[in-house]
C-alpha cells in the first residue's frame, strides 16, 4: 500500500507542453498532430494543451483501436458522443 | 476460477466462422463500449466481449480453447487440464490491444503473458552493457466516484495492475492498491495527477506518473455538469400555484427554499454556491416537477371539480381552432 503521493489536480486551466501529452497519453506526437489536423484537440498559443485534452485524446484512443476508426470516424463519434451528452443534460437525466 | 462460455458471450455457434465472429463482436462492442453506453454494467459486458474476441477471433488461441472441450457451463468451477502447457507463447492482437487489467483470471490463467514473463522474460540491460537510463512511462486508469465524496473529501482506494521491476531486474506485472485522496471540490472531467506512480524507470531514472481521469458515479438525486448541479424537485400544485417554502435535499444537508407563487412546471430556481465547493461554488438549479394528487377519493374529485367549474382555465387556449 501507498500513500501520500505527490498528486496535483489537472483541470481546464493547466497546460501541458507536447511532450507531456504524449507521455500522459501514451501516444506519439505523429498521432496527435494528426487528431489536431481534424480538430479533435485544439492547441491553446504556444502549441500548449489543456489538460482535459488527456481524456478526449485517450476516448479517442479507445475508441480508434475497439472499432478500428481512421481519423475522420474518430472526430466524427466524438462529436456526435459530445451531442448525446448534451441531449441527455437537457432531458435531465443523470 | 469461473469457466467463461466465450462462444454464449459473443451468441455464436461452436461452429461460427471467424466472419461471423467478427461480426458478432462488432455489433456487442458499438452497443456495450463504455464510451458510448452509459447504462451501469455495459463496462463490464463490454470486457466480457472484448476478452471472448481476443480468444475466438485469434485462430491459435481459439484452437486451444476449443481443446478444453464443449463439457463446461458457463460460470462453472475451472481448473486447467494438467497438460495444459504454460509456456506456449500466444500472440497479443495488436490492433485492439486491451489493458491487462480488463481480462479475467480465466484468461490470465490460460493465455496470459504475467505467468510467462514471471517464468523467463528478463528486461534486457542497455547494449553493449552500457547503463542507460529512461523515464518510466505514464500509466493512465479511471476512478469513478460518488459525488457526495466531492463535499465532504475522501479517501478512495483504486485497485490497478501496474509493471514494476522486481529484484532480478524482470519487469512484471503487479498489482496495486493505491490509497488516492479525493479533494473537496473536484469536478468530474478534471485529472488527478500522482507522481511517480506511472510506469518504472530504467537505470535508475524517475517512475512515469499516473493521470487518473475523474468521472462521478451516476446519483439518484443530483446531476453534475462541471461544478454545477441539478435536482428535479417534485411540488404540489398548491405550491406552485401560492408559493411556497419547502424543504430540499443537497449533498451538503438540506436547506429551505421558496418557491414563488405561480411557478410554472420546469422553471428553475437556484440555490447560490450549493453546487459543488470548487475554488469558485457552483450552484444548485432546483427544477420544479409539478405533481398532481390523483383523484381516487370523492373528496379529491370534489376539489377538482370545483376547480373545474370555478376556474375559466383553457389548457389549449394556445392551439387555435
Known amino acids: ?94 | 476460477m469461473d469457466y467463461k462460455d466465450y462462444y454464449k458471450t459473443l451468441g455464436v455457434d461452436r461452429k461460427a466462422t471467424a466472419d461471423e465472429i467478427k461480426q458478432a463482436f462488432r455489433k456487442l462492442a458499438r452497443k456495450y463500449h463504455p464510451d458510448i453506453n452509459k447504462e451501469p454494467g455495459a463496462e463490464a459486458t463490454f470486457k466480457d466481449v472484448n476478452e471472448a474476441n481476443e480468444v475466438l477471433s485469434d485462430p491459435e488461441k481459439r484452437k486451444a480453447y476449443d481443446e478444453l472441450g464443449s463439457s463446461f457451463a458457463q460460470g462453472q468451477n475451472f481448473r486447467p487440464p494438467p497438460d495444459w502447457d504454460h509456456t506456449r507463447d500466444f500472440h497479443q492482437s495488436a490492433g485492439r490491444r486491451a489493458a491487462p487489467e480488463d481480462f479475467s483470471d480465466f484468461f490470465e490463467e490460460l493465455f496470459g503473458q504475467q505467468r510467462r514473463q514471471q517464468a523467463g522474460g528478463r528486461a534486457q540491460p542497455g547494449a553493449g552493457g552500457q547503463s542507460f537510463r529512461m523515464r518510466g512511462e505514464d500509466a493512465q486508469a479511471r476512478i469513478i466516484v460518488p459525488l457526495r465524496d466531492s463535499f465532504t473529501g475522501a479517501e478512495r482506494q483504486l485497485s490497478l495492475r501496474v509493471p514494476e521491476v522486481d529484484g532480478a531486474g524482470q519487469v512484471i506485472q503487479r498489482d496495486k492498491t493505491l490509497n488516492v485522496k479525493i479533494p473537496r471540490g473536484l469536478v468530474a472531467g478534471q485529472v488527478i495527477r500522482l507522481k511517480g506512480q506511472g510506469g518504472p524507470g530504467l537505470g535508475g531514472a524517475a517512475a512515469g506518473d499516473l493521470y487518473l481521469e475523474v468521472e462521478f458515479a451516476p446519483d439518484p438525486l443530483f446531476r453534475a455538469e462541471g461544478k454545477e448541479l441539478y435536482l428535479d424537485l417534485p411540488v404540489a400544485p398548491w405550491e406552485a400555484a401560492l408559493g411556497a417554502q419547502v424543504r430540499v435535499p443537497t449533498p451538503s444537508g438540506p436547506i429551505m427554499l421558496k418557491v414563488p407563487p405561480n411557478s410554472a412546471p420546469g422553471r428553475e430556481l437556484r440555490a447560490k454556491g450549493r453546487g459543488i465547493p470548487a475554488k469558485e461554488p457552483g450552484d444548485l438549479h432546483v427544477v420544479l416537477k409539478i405533481v398532481l394528487p390523483a383523484a381516487d377519493t370523492a373528496r379529491a374529485r370534489e376539489l377538482y371539480e370545483q376547480m373545474a367549474r370555478d376556474l375559466a382555465f383553457d389548457p389549449r387556449a394556445g392551439l387555435g381552432g
Open chain 1, 1 to 94: 500500500m501507498v500513500q501520500d503521493h505527490d498528486m496535483d489536480i489537472l483541470d481546464a486551466t493547466t497546460l501541458m507542453e507536447l511532450d507531456e501529452l504524449c507521455r500522459a497519453c501514451g501516444v506519439d506526437s505523429a498521432w496527435i498532430n494528426e487528431m489536431m489536423a481534424h480538430g479533435v484537440v485544439e492547441p491553446q498559443p504556444g502549441m500548449r494543451f489543456s489538460a482535459v485534452s488527456i481524456i478526449r485524446l485517450r476516448k479517442a484512443r479507445r475508441l480508434e483501436q475497439a472499432f478500428s476508426l481512421n481519423t475522420s470516424g474518430v472526430a466524427l463519434a466524438l462529436d456526435l458522443l459530445d451531442e448525446i451528452e448534451r441531449l441527455r443534460a437537457r432531458l435531465h437525466q443523470p
